[in-house]
């Protein structure tokens, strides 16, 4: 399994910015996929999932409405897309194949700061 995450950076209070995860290794299209974070400090977080036909998604209460989460299963690819966001989304962000980051590999900084 390879997990591999790119597209964040800095962005303002209120910015927005779509992070990528290219999935290799393991049968894409046939599995739930999570997106997780781990803030400075604390634990990893459970962010969002999505079915592998997307048709059911999930998302923690702190980000409901403001981050969309999508697929591509065509490129093996799952997406974030962060809208609204907030300097306490500071965080390197991960795709996983479980809410608890199994499987999860390189992740993408995210900093939210004016």
């Known amino acids: 399994v390879q997990l591999q995450a790119s597209g964040g950076g800095l962005v303002q209070p209120g910015g927005s910015l779509r992070i990528s995860c290219v999935a290799s290794g393991f049968s894409f299209s046939t599995s739930y996929m999570y997106w997780v974070r781990q803030r400075p400090g604390r634990r990893l977080d459970y962010i969002s999932s999505?079915?592998?036909?997307?048709?059911?998604?999930g998302y923690r209460d702190s980000v409901q409405g403001r981050f969309t989460i999508s697929r591509d299963n065509a490129k093996n690819t799952l997406y974030l897309q962060m809208t609204n966001l907030k300097p306490e989304d500071t965080a390197t962000y991960y795709c996983a194949l479980d809410m608890d980051g199994r499987g999860r590999g390189q992740g993408t900084q995210v900093t939210v700061s004016s």
């Open positions: 999505m079915s592998p036909d997307g048709d059911s998604t």
